[in-house]
């Protein structure tokens, strides 16, 4: 494998395009779509929210490390420019609409106002924004560790693998998140991102140049990813949960091990599907999708309802196709727009 063919992705605003990490991330953000239609989706809600977010703060991670050299004070202001500057758009813009949809006045407007400032996990009012500041937070992070540790990737990784069990133990960010700016979440889910350096020089290759025994030895290992992803996903690794249990830091590692696992399928399922121009381009814009989704899930019922037009999401597959509509909604009509009215400032 020539790893100097995966240098160009290393590069922060490099115009080449990796189809599988596109791809992946369309696949991510399609499952939150879904996922936060709770347990309408069945067997899948568990299933998603094992994963969900981690899968993009993994893909995040791939791109921690700048081919350029910038100073601190560039690198944070870059940060700004693609997080945060996205964040205050995305959030004028989901509370006009929230406000115009329930006829808010100011009263009303307030408390939500305060709750974008704050930013904390699953308490904004577009659910999804949270994922920005606590980017940021994990970038800031990871740029300071990476000066302070001589660039030592695997340094960083067992550092924030102590952050995401002090933080699982003490704090509880999935149960109570109460940190502003999502921080306690960011220092939760820090592993995943710091896992991306790591892992992309592995993940990245050309299955046509690799050996015969390299090719048997990731069908193994996908064959592996496979079988416990079905059984994560039918509910069947309590057995094995219970006969663990009693180790020390097992209920606490226990989901980090899992969303690996599922991250796993994730990277094969992507890497089936890379060749599809539709999913690449979507994956582009998951900024876009993430900023849209509490608006395309208020504008379309409202206009449907407009039409004289009613439906109802009554089992799991009705969710997965409606979650796929309002996706290709937002990529043909929404994001458009969006991208006319903050592409300049993103």
Same mark, same amino acid.
């Given at each position: ?5 995966? @240098?160009?992705?290393? +590069? !922060? &605003?490099?115009?080449? +395009?990796? &189809? ?5 991330? %369309?696949?991510?953000?399609? =499952? ?28 995040? &991670? ?5 081919? #350029?050299?910038? =100073?601190? #004070? @560039? ?33 009303q407007v307030l408390p939500l106002v305060k709750q974008s400032l704050l930013g904390m996990r699953n308490q904004t009012p577009a659910i999804a924004l949270w994922f ?17 540790? +001589? ?8 550092? *924030?693998?102590?952050?995401? !069990? ?8 999935? $149960?109570?998140? #109460?940190? !502003?700016? =999502? ?20 993940? %990245? ?5 690799? *050996?015969?025994? +390299? ?20 509910? #069947? ?6 006969? %663990? ?45 993430? $900023?849209? @989704?509490? !608006? ?5 019922? @409202?206009?449907? =309802?407009? %039409? ?26 929404l994001i458009p727009i969006e991208k006319k009215l903050f592409g300049r400032w993103f």
């Amino acid at each position: 494998m020539n790893m100097n063919k995966i @240098e160009p992705a290393n +590069r !922060i &605003g490099t115009t080449n +395009r990796i &189809g599988w990490v596109d791809t992946l991330k %369309c696949i991510g953000m399609f =499952s939150i779509y879904v996922g936060h239609f709770l347990s309408l989706t069945g067997l899948s809600y568990a299933f998603i929210f094992a994963y969900g977010v981690q899968v993009f703060f993994f893909v995040s &991670g791939f791109f921690a490390i700048s081919g #350029k050299k910038r =100073s601190l #004070k @560039e690198t944070l202001l870059h940060r700004i420019r693609t997080l945060l500057v996205p964040y205050v758009c995305f959030s004028i813009l989901a509370l006009v609409i929230i406000s115009l949809q329930n006829n808010y006045g100011l009263e009303q407007v307030l408390p939500l106002v305060k709750q974008s400032l704050l930013g904390m996990r699953n308490q904004t009012p577009a659910i999804a924004l949270w994922f920005l500041p606590a980017l940021f937070i994990m970038q800031v992070l990871y740029d300071l560790l990476y000066r302070a540790l +001589r660039q030592n990737r695997l340094l960083i990784f067992l550092l *924030s693998m102590v952050l995401f !069990i002090l933080t699982a133990v003490y704090i509880d960010p999935i $149960g109570q998140p #109460k940190w !502003i700016f =999502s921080l306690d979440s960011a220092l939760y889910f820090f592993p995943f991102y710091a896992m991306g350096p790591l892992l992309y020089p592995v993940l %990245c290759f050309d299955w046509k140049e690799l *050996s015969m025994r +390299r090719k048997g030895l990731f069908a193994v290992l996908g064959a592996a990813i496979l079988a416990v992803t079905m059984a994560i996903y039918f509910a #069947k690794m309590l057995p094995f949960y219970q006969l %663990c249990k009693n180790i020390p830091l097992f209920p606490v590692l226990y989901p980090f091990f899992t969303a690996c696992v599922l991250i796993g399928f994730l990277y094969i399922l992507a890497r089936a599907l890379e060749h599809l121009p539709l999913l690449q381009a979507m994956g582009q814009k998951t900024l876009y999708f993430c $900023g849209s @989704e509490t !608006i395309l899930k208020i504008l379309v019922p @409202e206009f449907l =309802s407009i %039409c004289g037009l009613t439906f109802a999401l009554n089992d799991p597959l009705s969710v997965y196709l409606y979650g796929a509509v309002l996706m290709l909604l937002g990529y043909y009509i929404l994001i458009p727009i969006e991208k006319k009215l903050f592409g300049r400032w993103f």
